[in-house]
């Protein structure tokens, strides 16, 4: 497995992040902007990458204001998991972002780059959406 991971501290308090990230309807808006025919429910979401791949992805569990791990709803083009972790600490929530892919040599030479930008976004647009 092999993980890409981008950490932000938000000026929100804790369960305000968690309900945020908690409704999949939301991470449209944390997407990059050449995410195509997005379709979400609060619990799955679909969704393509252009030239790359179409995924459906579902919350698999959620631990209310600590994780929300989400996992794919049909079968990716590689193993798949993201997770959302939450801790608060004095007056500001701590967001660790974390994306594990099972990649072949290959894979991982070409998607290694995309997913850590992915990562990175995700976490960016949350804090621009919520400070």
Do not use: C
């Not at 049909?74 to 974390?98: G, R, Y």
């Not at 099972?102 to 919520?130: R, W």
């Amino acid at each position: 497995m092999t993980t890409f991971t981008s950490n932000i501290s938000i000026n929100k308090p804790l369960n305000e992040v968690y309900s945020y990230l908690a409704d999949f309807n939301n991470h449209q808006k944390l997407m990059p902007e050449n995410i195509q025919e997005w379709v979400s429910t609060a619990d799955e979401a679909s969704f393509s990458i252009p030239n790359m791949a179409k995924l459906s992805l579902k919350v698999d569990s959620r631990i209310p204001d600590q994780e929300i791990r989400i996992v794919p709803a049909a079968k990716p083009p590689f193993d798949l998991e993201l997770k959302w972790s939450l801790s608060f600490d004095n007056d500001h929530t701590n967001v660790l972002f974390t994306i594990h892919a099972d990649l072949s040599m290959m894979m991982k030479m070409l998607a290694s780059g995309p997913l850590q930008k992915l990562a990175h976004y995700e976490t960016q647009s949350l804090s621009e959406i919520l400070n």
